[in-house]
């Protein structure tokens, strides 16, 4: 048992995690991460992404929620294209075409005075209330806005180095952000999850 009566839509269930090792190669003249029997759909604009599978239509197949973890793959789909973290559906308030965002400091930085990145996906009207009465944590530290736009800046990812044993990848840095521009740590980062910048942030009273 949970406690959580909502699984939000970006939560990972036990079985759709994936261990597969990750390996460096020598690629174009450096290195970069690699899984052992890769797939072109593990890169994204040249980072390597972390695998998951993507159960959630299969109840009797995905195990227990994980919801310290998040499932990747849904969380990137969430940001390309601006459905509700909790519930899955399109987030943009079809009356106004601004999308709600709820963001803690953990997940925001501020980038200019209307704008920021973060890693959490936007959450929509209907589930603002829910969020915020089923995890304490937002309560303390919750600021809601409303967003004009999203655009995608980059990843949050694991960084690594090769090891003294040729190839094996030692963790470096945990959770930093690498920019889509930021090509010389492409090869060595792991991504975890989609980062966008946010665009006429606009204070929602809560
Ligand atoms: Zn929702």
Known sequence: MSGYTTIPYVIAYADELVDDPIYF???????????????????VHGILRG???DLRDK??????????????RRQWRCMDRLLCQVCGCPATDPATGCIP???TSTVFEQTGPFGGRTNAPPTCWRCIPKALEECPMLREDFA???????????????LYEPGIIAYQPVLTKHNVFVAWDAHRHHGAAL???????LHGM???ST
């Open 25 to 43: 190669e020598w690629h174009n003249h450096e290195y970069r991460l690699t899984y052992g029997k890769p797939r072109p759909s593990d890169w």
């Open 51 to 53: 695998r998951v599978k």
């Open 59 to 72: 109840p009797d197949r995905r195990g227990p929620e994980r919801m310290r973890k998040l499932n990747t």
């Open 101 to 103: 965002w709820a963001v």
């Open 144 to 158: 809601v806005y409303t967003v004009a736009g999203a655009m995608s800046a980059g990843v949050l990812a694991d």
């Open 191 to 197: 991504a975890v999850a989609q980062v966008v910048e």
């Open 202 to 204: 606009k204070p929602v």
